[in-house]
Protein backbone atom coordinates (compact mmCIF):
# COMPACT_ATOMS: atom_id res chain seq x y z
CA UNK A 1 0.00 0.00 0.00
CA UNK A 2 0.95 3.49 -1.01
CA UNK A 3 2.02 6.07 2.28
CA UNK A 4 -0.41 7.79 2.93
CA UNK A 5 0.27 11.35 4.53
CA UNK A 6 -1.70 12.63 7.32
CA UNK A 7 -4.36 16.03 7.00
CA UNK A 8 -2.64 18.49 8.97
CA UNK A 9 -3.61 19.10 12.22
CA UNK A 10 -6.82 20.79 14.32
CA UNK A 11 -6.52 24.46 15.02
CA UNK A 12 -4.75 25.39 17.58
CA UNK A 13 -7.95 27.26 19.21
CA UNK A 14 -9.57 23.57 19.67
CA UNK A 15 -6.93 22.50 22.52
CA UNK A 16 -8.82 24.25 25.12
CA UNK A 17 -12.25 22.09 24.66
CA UNK A 18 -10.37 18.88 25.22
CA UNK A 19 -12.28 16.12 27.55
CA UNK A 20 -12.18 16.31 31.08
CA UNK A 21 -12.90 14.40 34.22
CA UNK A 22 -15.53 16.39 35.31
CA UNK A 23 -16.66 15.87 31.51
CA UNK A 24 -17.20 12.12 32.01
CA UNK A 25 -18.59 12.60 35.44
CA UNK A 26 -21.43 14.47 34.32
CA UNK A 27 -22.08 11.81 31.34
CA UNK A 28 -22.81 9.95 34.62
CA UNK A 29 -25.75 12.03 35.79
CA UNK A 30 -27.84 11.06 32.81
CA UNK A 31 -29.00 8.12 34.55
CA UNK A 32 -32.35 8.58 35.85
CA UNK A 33 -31.94 7.67 39.34
CA UNK A 34 -29.54 11.01 39.86
CA UNK A 35 -30.76 14.40 40.85
CA UNK A 36 -28.80 16.75 39.21
CA UNK A 37 -27.80 19.98 40.78
CA UNK A 38 -25.46 20.36 37.78
CA UNK A 39 -27.45 21.35 34.92
CA UNK A 40 -28.68 25.13 33.84
CA UNK A 41 -32.31 23.67 33.10
CA UNK A 42 -34.90 25.87 33.41
CA UNK A 43 -37.79 23.73 35.29
CA UNK A 44 -39.38 21.65 32.63
CA UNK A 45 -42.41 21.60 34.13
CA UNK A 46 -42.71 25.54 33.66
CA UNK A 47 -42.19 25.33 30.17
CA UNK A 48 -45.91 26.18 28.66
CA UNK A 49 -45.67 23.43 26.07
CA UNK A 50 -49.27 23.65 25.05
CA UNK A 51 -49.11 27.53 24.65
CA UNK A 52 -46.29 27.15 22.78
CA UNK A 53 -47.80 24.13 20.60
CA UNK A 54 -50.94 26.49 20.17
CA UNK A 55 -48.45 29.21 18.69
CA UNK A 56 -46.94 26.76 16.04
CA UNK A 57 -50.25 25.55 14.93
CA UNK A 58 -51.31 28.74 14.38
CA UNK A 59 -48.34 30.26 12.52
CA UNK A 60 -48.10 26.78 10.29
CA UNK A 61 -51.55 26.75 9.34
CA UNK A 62 -51.97 30.66 8.61
CA UNK A 63 -48.86 31.27 7.19
CA UNK A 64 -47.20 28.05 6.02
CA UNK A 65 -45.47 29.11 2.86
CA UNK A 66 -43.67 32.64 5.06
CA UNK A 67 -42.85 30.62 8.12
CA UNK A 68 -41.08 27.75 6.21
CA UNK A 69 -39.31 30.19 3.87
CA UNK A 70 -35.88 31.49 4.27
CA UNK A 71 -36.17 34.83 6.06
CA UNK A 72 -34.23 37.91 6.61
CA UNK A 73 -31.23 38.03 8.47
CA UNK A 74 -32.24 40.78 11.77
CA UNK A 75 -35.14 38.36 12.52
CA UNK A 76 -38.45 38.82 12.56
CA UNK A 77 -39.97 41.98 12.60
CA UNK A 78 -43.17 41.02 15.14
CA UNK A 79 -40.64 39.32 17.25
CA UNK A 80 -38.37 41.97 17.47
CA UNK A 81 -41.49 44.55 18.10
CA UNK A 82 -42.37 42.59 20.94
CA UNK A 83 -38.42 42.00 22.26
CA UNK A 84 -38.23 45.98 22.26
CA UNK A 85 -41.20 46.74 23.84
CA UNK A 86 -40.45 44.15 26.81
CA UNK A 87 -36.62 46.20 26.94
CA UNK A 88 -38.62 49.38 26.85
CA UNK A 89 -40.94 48.56 30.24
CA UNK A 90 -37.76 47.38 31.50
CA UNK A 91 -35.95 51.13 31.19
CA UNK A 92 -34.25 51.03 28.35
CA UNK A 93 -34.76 53.12 25.06
CA UNK A 94 -34.72 49.95 23.05
CA UNK A 95 -35.96 50.37 19.08
CA UNK A 96 -36.95 46.90 17.33
CA UNK A 97 -34.24 48.10 14.42
CA UNK A 98 -31.38 48.16 17.30
CA UNK A 99 -32.05 44.02 17.71
CA UNK A 100 -30.71 41.47 16.15
CA UNK A 101 -32.22 38.19 16.70
CA UNK A 102 -30.01 35.46 17.62
CA UNK A 103 -29.80 31.62 18.31
CA UNK A 104 -30.00 31.93 21.45
CA UNK A 105 -27.62 34.72 23.60
CA UNK A 106 -24.83 31.76 22.77
CA UNK A 107 -24.81 32.78 19.55
CA UNK A 108 -25.01 36.67 20.44
CA UNK A 109 -21.92 36.16 22.21
CA UNK A 110 -19.98 34.82 19.24
CA UNK A 111 -21.39 37.66 17.14
CA UNK A 112 -19.84 40.42 19.45
CA UNK A 113 -16.48 38.54 19.63
CA UNK A 114 -16.42 38.36 16.00
CA UNK A 115 -17.15 41.53 15.31
CA UNK A 116 -15.12 43.15 18.07
CA UNK A 117 -11.99 41.03 19.35
CA UNK A 118 -8.67 40.42 17.14
CA UNK A 119 -6.80 37.76 18.37
CA UNK A 120 -4.88 38.86 21.64
CA UNK A 121 -6.70 41.28 22.35
CA UNK A 122 -7.51 41.70 26.09
CA UNK A 123 -11.67 40.99 27.85
CA UNK A 124 -11.98 41.72 31.21
CA UNK A 125 -14.35 39.21 32.87
CA UNK A 126 -15.89 38.77 36.57
CA UNK A 127 -13.85 35.96 38.58
CA UNK A 128 -15.63 33.28 38.21
CA UNK A 129 -17.73 33.58 34.60
CA UNK A 130 -19.84 31.80 32.50
CA UNK A 131 -17.75 29.07 31.12
CA UNK A 132 -19.38 29.24 27.83
CA UNK A 133 -18.43 32.99 27.32
CA UNK A 134 -14.64 31.94 28.59
CA UNK A 135 -14.97 29.29 25.65
CA UNK A 136 -16.33 31.66 23.45
CA UNK A 137 -13.25 34.35 24.15
CA UNK A 138 -11.04 31.92 23.25
CA UNK A 139 -12.17 30.66 20.13
CA UNK A 140 -11.47 34.24 19.32
CA UNK A 141 -7.78 34.49 20.41
CA UNK A 142 -8.35 36.82 23.38
CA UNK A 143 -6.23 37.66 26.18
CA UNK A 144 -9.19 37.04 28.81
CA UNK A 145 -8.16 38.81 31.98
CA UNK A 146 -10.14 38.08 35.59
CA UNK A 147 -11.43 40.68 37.96
CA UNK A 148 -11.73 39.80 41.52
CA UNK A 149 -15.21 39.21 42.51
CA UNK A 150 -17.18 39.55 46.32
CA UNK A 151 -20.58 38.55 46.82
CA UNK A 152 -22.22 41.82 45.13
CA UNK A 153 -20.42 40.94 41.78
CA UNK A 154 -17.18 42.39 40.10
CA UNK A 155 -15.48 44.63 42.65
CA UNK A 156 -14.89 48.12 40.77
CA UNK A 157 -11.62 48.94 42.53
CA UNK A 158 -9.94 46.57 41.28
CA UNK A 159 -11.98 46.74 37.99
CA UNK A 160 -10.28 50.26 37.47
CA UNK A 161 -7.41 49.12 38.17
CA UNK A 162 -7.45 46.67 35.91
CA UNK A 163 -8.74 48.54 33.25
CA UNK A 164 -5.65 51.27 33.91
CA UNK A 165 -2.89 47.98 33.52
CA UNK A 166 -4.75 46.14 30.81
CA UNK A 167 -6.27 48.56 28.43
CA UNK A 168 -9.07 45.88 27.74
CA UNK A 169 -11.78 45.97 24.53
CA UNK A 170 -14.34 44.56 26.63
CA UNK A 171 -15.74 43.92 29.57
CA UNK A 172 -17.77 40.59 30.15
CA UNK A 173 -20.61 40.87 32.87
CA UNK A 174 -23.64 39.30 33.74
CA UNK A 175 -25.02 41.80 36.60
CA UNK A 176 -28.32 40.00 37.40
CA UNK A 177 -27.95 36.58 39.13
CA UNK A 178 -24.47 36.20 37.23
CA UNK A 179 -23.76 32.20 36.15
CA UNK A 180 -22.24 30.61 38.39
CA UNK A 181 -22.00 33.00 41.39
CA UNK A 182 -25.89 34.13 41.67
CA UNK A 183 -24.67 37.88 42.87
CA UNK A 184 -26.22 40.55 41.55
CA UNK A 185 -24.40 44.15 40.54
CA UNK A 186 -25.62 46.82 43.06
CA UNK A 187 -26.61 50.29 41.19
CA UNK A 188 -23.98 51.85 42.88
CA UNK A 189 -21.44 49.55 40.88
CA UNK A 190 -23.14 49.74 37.45
CA UNK A 191 -22.81 53.24 37.22
CA UNK A 192 -18.93 52.81 38.01
CA UNK A 193 -18.77 50.18 35.34
CA UNK A 194 -20.78 52.81 33.02
CA UNK A 195 -18.31 55.93 34.16
CA UNK A 196 -14.97 53.76 33.49
CA UNK A 197 -16.48 52.80 30.31
CA UNK A 198 -17.55 56.02 29.13
CA UNK A 199 -14.05 57.63 30.86
CA UNK A 200 -10.80 54.74 29.47
CA UNK A 201 -13.26 53.73 26.37
CA UNK A 202 -13.95 49.97 26.67
CA UNK A 203 -17.02 48.29 25.27
CA UNK A 204 -19.17 46.80 27.83
CA UNK A 205 -20.95 42.75 27.18
CA UNK A 206 -23.92 42.80 29.41
CA UNK A 207 -24.98 39.57 29.41
CA UNK A 208 -29.03 38.75 30.90
CA UNK A 209 -30.42 36.33 30.20
CA UNK A 210 -31.76 35.58 34.02
CA UNK A 211 -32.51 39.28 34.81
CA UNK A 212 -36.84 38.14 35.09
CA UNK A 213 -36.28 35.55 37.26
CA UNK A 214 -36.16 37.91 39.98
CA UNK A 215 -37.74 36.36 43.36
CA UNK A 216 -36.37 39.37 46.02
CA UNK A 217 -35.74 42.72 46.21
CA UNK A 218 -36.76 44.94 43.39
CA UNK A 219 -35.17 44.93 39.65
CA UNK A 220 -32.53 47.37 39.10
CA UNK A 221 -31.60 49.62 35.29
CA UNK A 222 -29.52 48.14 32.75
CA UNK A 223 -26.11 49.72 32.56
CA UNK A 224 -26.97 49.78 28.49
CA UNK A 225 -29.55 52.16 30.39
CA UNK A 226 -27.21 54.17 32.39
CA UNK A 227 -26.00 57.47 31.52
CA UNK A 228 -23.03 57.31 28.69
CA UNK A 229 -23.23 53.45 28.18
CA UNK A 230 -25.83 53.45 25.51
CA UNK A 231 -22.74 54.01 22.58
CA UNK A 232 -20.27 50.91 24.32
CA UNK A 233 -22.47 48.80 25.72
CA UNK A 234 -23.96 45.49 24.37
CA UNK A 235 -27.34 44.15 25.96
CA UNK A 236 -27.69 40.08 25.54
CA UNK A 237 -30.66 38.34 26.00
CA UNK A 238 -32.77 35.02 25.94
CA UNK A 239 -36.39 33.56 25.68
CA UNK A 240 -34.24 30.58 27.06
CA UNK A 241 -34.79 30.87 31.01
CA UNK A 242 -38.56 32.60 30.34
CA UNK A 243 -40.18 30.95 27.88
CA UNK A 244 -38.19 27.72 26.27
CA UNK A 245 -34.71 26.83 25.70
CA UNK A 246 -35.09 24.62 22.81
CA UNK A 247 -36.45 27.52 20.55
CA UNK A 248 -32.65 28.67 20.70
CA UNK A 249 -34.05 32.17 20.08
CA UNK A 250 -32.30 35.43 21.68
CA UNK A 251 -30.63 38.80 20.40
CA UNK A 252 -28.58 41.37 20.93
CA UNK A 253 -29.07 45.25 21.00
CA UNK A 254 -26.34 47.84 21.02
CA UNK A 255 -25.14 50.35 18.31
CA UNK A 256 -26.21 50.98 14.70
CA UNK A 257 -22.84 50.46 13.57
CA UNK A 258 -22.04 46.96 15.84
CA UNK A 259 -25.21 45.70 15.23
CA UNK A 260 -24.50 46.34 11.19
CA UNK A 261 -20.97 44.43 11.60
CA UNK A 262 -23.32 41.66 13.53
CA UNK A 263 -25.60 41.16 11.31
CA UNK A 264 -23.43 40.75 8.88
CA UNK A 265 -21.48 37.89 10.38
CA UNK A 266 -24.51 36.39 11.18
CA UNK A 267 -25.00 35.97 7.75
CA UNK A 268 -21.94 34.24 7.08
CA UNK A 269 -22.50 32.07 10.29
CA UNK A 270 -26.35 30.89 9.56
CA UNK A 271 -28.09 33.25 7.37
CA UNK A 272 -30.81 33.53 9.66
CA UNK A 273 -32.33 32.00 13.26
CA UNK A 274 -34.96 29.42 12.33
CA UNK A 275 -38.03 31.28 10.39
CA UNK A 276 -40.81 29.55 12.20
CA UNK A 277 -39.21 28.89 15.62
CA UNK A 278 -38.67 33.20 15.16
CA UNK A 279 -43.00 33.24 14.13
CA UNK A 280 -44.06 30.76 16.73
CA UNK A 281 -42.09 33.19 19.41
CA UNK A 282 -43.96 36.25 18.08
CA UNK A 283 -46.88 34.41 18.06
CA UNK A 284 -46.91 33.41 21.66
CA UNK A 285 -45.65 36.68 23.19
CA UNK A 286 -48.72 37.93 21.21
CA UNK A 287 -51.62 35.45 22.62
CA UNK A 288 -49.88 34.40 25.96
CA UNK A 289 -49.41 36.37 29.23
CA UNK A 290 -46.11 35.83 29.97
CA UNK A 291 -45.84 37.91 32.86
CA UNK A 292 -48.73 35.97 34.61
CA UNK A 293 -46.68 32.99 33.71
CA UNK A 294 -43.47 34.24 35.15
CA UNK A 295 -44.87 35.30 38.30
CA UNK A 296 -45.56 31.81 38.69
CA UNK A 297 -41.98 30.64 37.47
CA UNK A 298 -40.30 33.25 40.31
CA UNK A 299 -42.54 31.86 43.71
CA UNK A 300 -41.67 28.52 42.20
CA UNK A 301 -37.94 29.45 41.83
CA UNK A 302 -37.93 31.13 44.99
CA UNK A 303 -39.35 28.30 47.07
CA UNK A 304 -36.92 25.79 45.30
CA UNK A 305 -34.02 28.31 46.57
CA UNK A 306 -35.01 28.93 49.74
CA UNK A 307 -35.57 25.00 50.26
CA UNK A 308 -31.93 24.51 48.93
CA UNK A 309 -30.74 27.33 51.44
CA UNK A 310 -32.32 26.02 53.86
CA UNK A 311 -30.85 22.39 53.68
CA UNK A 312 -27.07 24.01 53.30
CA UNK A 313 -26.01 24.10 56.53
CA UNK A 314 -26.99 20.53 57.80
CA UNK A 315 -25.16 19.44 54.24
CA UNK A 316 -22.02 20.82 53.89
CA UNK A 317 -18.85 20.42 55.99
CA UNK A 318 -18.45 22.96 58.80
CA UNK A 319 -17.17 25.91 57.36
CA UNK A 320 -18.39 26.03 54.23
CA UNK A 321 -20.11 29.39 52.56
CA UNK A 322 -22.71 29.80 50.03
CA UNK A 323 -24.41 32.64 48.08
CA UNK A 324 -27.87 33.93 48.65
CA UNK A 325 -29.37 34.80 45.43
CA UNK A 326 -32.48 37.47 44.58
CA UNK A 327 -32.94 35.39 41.75
CA UNK A 328 -32.05 33.39 38.52
CA UNK A 329 -30.97 29.74 38.81
CA UNK A 330 -27.57 29.45 40.74
CA UNK A 331 -26.03 28.96 44.33
CA UNK A 332 -22.22 29.32 44.17
CA UNK A 333 -20.74 27.04 47.34
CA UNK A 334 -17.44 27.36 48.67
CA UNK A 335 -16.38 24.38 51.09
CA UNK A 336 -13.36 24.71 53.44
CA UNK A 337 -9.91 25.20 52.58
CA UNK A 338 -8.23 22.03 51.54
CA UNK A 339 -11.69 20.35 49.95
CA UNK A 340 -11.65 19.69 46.44
CA UNK A 341 -15.22 20.03 44.91
CA UNK A 342 -13.74 18.12 41.52
CA UNK A 343 -12.52 15.32 43.48
CA UNK A 344 -15.10 14.93 45.48
CA UNK A 345 -17.79 14.81 42.08
CA UNK A 346 -17.42 10.75 41.85
CA UNK A 347 -18.27 9.76 45.19
CA UNK A 348 -21.33 12.50 44.78
CA UNK A 349 -22.50 10.58 41.24
CA UNK A 350 -22.07 7.15 43.33
CA UNK A 351 -24.90 8.38 45.86
CA UNK A 352 -27.03 9.70 42.81
CA UNK A 353 -26.28 13.45 43.01
CA UNK A 354 -24.63 15.84 40.79
CA UNK A 355 -23.25 19.61 40.64
CA UNK A 356 -20.64 21.36 39.25
CA UNK A 357 -17.37 21.67 40.54
CA UNK A 358 -16.62 25.59 40.06
CA UNK A 359 -12.98 25.27 38.77
CA UNK A 360 -13.98 25.59 35.32
CA UNK A 361 -15.47 28.77 36.03
CA UNK A 362 -12.31 30.47 36.20
CA UNK A 363 -10.42 32.41 33.85
CA UNK A 364 -7.56 32.80 36.36
CA UNK A 365 -6.23 30.42 39.42
CA UNK A 366 -8.74 28.13 39.93
CA UNK A 367 -10.54 27.55 43.32
CA UNK A 368 -10.97 24.02 43.69
CA UNK A 369 -12.91 24.45 46.84
CA UNK A 370 -16.07 25.72 45.20
CA UNK A 371 -19.00 24.35 43.34
CA UNK A 372 -22.34 25.21 41.34
CA UNK A 373 -25.82 23.93 42.02
CA UNK A 374 -29.03 24.63 40.03
CA UNK A 375 -31.94 24.85 42.26
CA UNK A 376 -34.50 25.24 39.46
CA UNK A 377 -34.86 22.06 38.29
CA UNK A 378 -36.55 19.90 40.61
CA UNK A 379 -39.18 20.31 43.37
CA UNK A 380 -38.97 20.76 46.91
CA UNK A 381 -38.98 17.02 47.32
CA UNK A 382 -36.31 16.06 45.42
CA UNK A 383 -34.40 19.16 46.15
CA UNK A 384 -34.90 17.46 49.67
CA UNK A 385 -33.46 14.11 48.48
CA UNK A 386 -30.73 15.44 46.66
CA UNK A 387 -29.44 17.33 49.51
CA UNK A 388 -29.21 14.00 51.85
CA UNK A 389 -27.69 12.17 49.28
CA UNK A 390 -25.03 15.15 49.38
CA UNK A 391 -25.06 14.76 52.97
CA UNK A 392 -24.18 11.90 52.82
CA UNK A 393 -21.24 12.08 49.97
CA UNK A 394 -19.75 14.95 52.22
CA UNK A 395 -19.41 13.39 55.54
CA UNK A 396 -18.35 9.98 54.42
CA UNK A 397 -15.23 11.22 51.73
CA UNK A 398 -12.14 10.58 53.41
CA UNK A 399 -9.18 12.89 53.78
CA UNK A 400 -8.10 11.44 50.46
CA UNK A 401 -11.32 11.59 48.61
CA UNK A 402 -11.90 15.13 49.36
CA UNK A 403 -8.71 16.60 48.56
CA UNK A 404 -7.42 14.55 45.83
CA UNK A 405 -5.96 16.75 42.90
CA UNK A 406 -7.66 15.86 39.80
CA UNK A 407 -6.57 15.99 35.82
CA UNK A 408 -6.63 19.20 34.32
CA UNK A 409 -10.57 20.39 34.26
CA UNK A 410 -12.45 21.35 30.88
CA UNK A 411 -15.73 22.15 30.01
CA UNK A 412 -18.77 21.37 31.23
CA UNK A 413 -21.75 22.69 29.32
CA UNK A 414 -24.60 25.34 30.65
N1 LIG B 1 -25.20 33.67 29.08
C1 LIG B 1 -25.29 33.11 30.29
C2 LIG B 1 -24.73 33.83 31.47
C3 LIG B 1 -25.90 31.86 30.44
O1 LIG B 1 -25.95 31.29 31.65
C4 LIG B 1 -26.44 31.21 29.30
C5 LIG B 1 -27.14 29.87 29.37
N2 LIG B 1 -26.72 28.98 30.28
C6 LIG B 1 -26.31 31.84 28.07
C7 LIG B 1 -25.70 33.08 27.99
C8 LIG B 1 -26.80 31.22 26.79
O2 LIG B 1 -28.17 31.15 26.76
P1 LIG B 1 -29.00 30.78 25.45
O3 LIG B 1 -29.76 29.55 25.77
O4 LIG B 1 -29.87 31.96 25.21
O5 LIG B 1 -28.03 30.58 24.32
Known amino acids: MRRRVPPPGLAGRTDAAGSSVIREALALTARPEVISFAGGLPASELIDTEGIRAAYDQVLSEAPHRVLQYSVTDGDPEL?????????????????????????????????????????????????????????????????????????????????????????????????????????????????????????????????????????GSRLPWISALEGAADRTVLLGSLSKVVAPGMRLGWLHGPPGLRRAAVLAKQALDLHSSTVDQAAAARYLRNRDLDARLDRVRALYRERCDTLLEALPRVLPPGSTWSRPDGGMFVWVRLPDGWDAAALLPQAVAQDVAYVPGAPFFAGRPDPATLRMSFATHGPADIGEGMRRLARTFARATPAERTRVPAPAGQTGL
Open 80 to 216: REAVAARLVRGGLAARPDGLLITTGAQQALTLLATVLLEPGDTVLVEEPTYLAALQCFGYAGARVVAVPTDRHGIDVEALADAVERERPKLLYLVPDFQNPTGHTLPLDRRREVARLASARGFWIAEDDPYGELRFR
